[in-house]
């Protein structure tokens, strides 16, 4: 199918920016926020420098650094670098958020700004935000594209888990932590469970959900979060991180959608795969096995041989 290209304009773009996400996350800021916005003054009565942005500037900062897949303060820094990069970047939303700004918004000030929104806050404000713009989704052009030809067959989405290693001693941290799966470095970290639609050449982020010592099960949250995005699924696609019995339980019980992975080579893997040669050669095809964890849970599914080709062997 030939590509076409998108043509939205900044002033699209902008429009949408500030009545799609900034007036919904803006709707209701806590007091707590706002007093913090508030001008102080010190004994002498000199007006103390607030060491933050505005809301707006936060969220358009972000904006811009997701779009660039650059850090906030790389975002800051390489504006017209970015810029050349990226026609339509949010980071020229800017200029007209702040008029008279004449220099980027600090990083720390943009951090600052960050940390005043506790988890309560942000969750709702992002998920309502989210779960708009794919209702939106459900009926445009990308849909349509990334849909079969008949559009009923849903979206492809996957899951995936982004671990940021944690190597401070703050007992206050603690119970946002987790064991890291990841080798070397420190064995904690801060774990976020991802869910994304799957497209051409990019994903689209559907949901996130930090992932504690005293989390759910990651069957149950991947369950929740496949049932908030209201999208109709086709396939849902994990790496070997997730191939446990307690998520293969919950596709299989509760959710009733086509989970594909790659299998880890256990025993009866390995034992499976050599059966399966010696019998067929090297041929496409199934068979059912089952998994058992550390505490005798067992749970069936089925083992797809795709072996490559005679060339590729050799």
Not at 25 to 50: A, M, R
Not at 84 to 103: C, G, T, V, W, Y
Not at 189 to 200: D, K, M, N
Not at 209 to 229: D, Q, T, V, W
Request: glycine share 6%; with cysteine; net charge positive.
């Amino acid at each position: 199918m030939a590509s076409r290209k998108a043509n939205v304009s900044m002033d699209f773009l902008r429009h949408h920016f500030d009545h799609s996400i900034i007036s919904i996350f803006t709707e209701g800021v806590p007091k707590s926020i706002q007093k913090q916005y508030e001008q102080k003054y010190n004994n002498k009565g000199d007006l103390i420098k607030n060491k933050l942005v505005p809301i707006d500037t936060m969220l358009a900062t972000i904006f811009a650094s997701t779009v660039s897949g650059t850090s906030i303060q790389a975002a800051t820094e390489n504006m017209g670098e970015i810029q050349s990069q990226f026609r339509h970047s949010a980071l020229d939303m800017l200029n007209d958020i702040e008029p008279d700004m004449n220099k980027l918004p600090n990083a720390s000030y943009v951090r600052n700004s960050m940390k005043l929104w506790e988890p309560k806050n942000l969750k709702p404000r992002f998920r309502k935000i989210i779960k708009q713009q794919y209702q939106t989704l459900k009926y445009s052009d990308l849909a349509k594209l990334i849909h079969s030809q008949e559009g009923n067959d849903g979206f492809s989405v996957a899951f995936d888990i982004t671990e940021l290693k944690y190597y401070s001693n703050n007992t206050e941290d603690l119970e946002f932590i987790t064991s890291s799966t990841k080798k070397g470095g420190s064995k904690y970290c801060y774990a976020y469970l991802t869910l994304q639609i799957i497209c051409p050449g990019f994903n689209l982020m559907l949901d996130a959900e930090p992932m504690y010592k005293a989390s759910e099960s990651y069957g149950e949250i991947m369950s929740k979060m496949l049932k908030r995005g209201g999208l109709r699924i086709k396939n849902v696609y994990v790496d070997r991180g997730f191939y446990k019995v307690e998520i293969l339980q919950t596709f299989d019980k509760v959710l009733y959608k086509r989970l594909i992975m790659p299998a880890k080579r256990t025993g009866t893997v390995k034992k499976t795969i050599k059966s399966w040669y010696e019998k067929n050669g090297y041929t496409e095809g199934y068979k059912e096995i089952k998994m058992i964890n550390s505490k005798g849970q067992e749970q069936k599914y089925v083992l797809i041989f795709k072996p490559k080709s005679e060339e590729e062997r050799n």
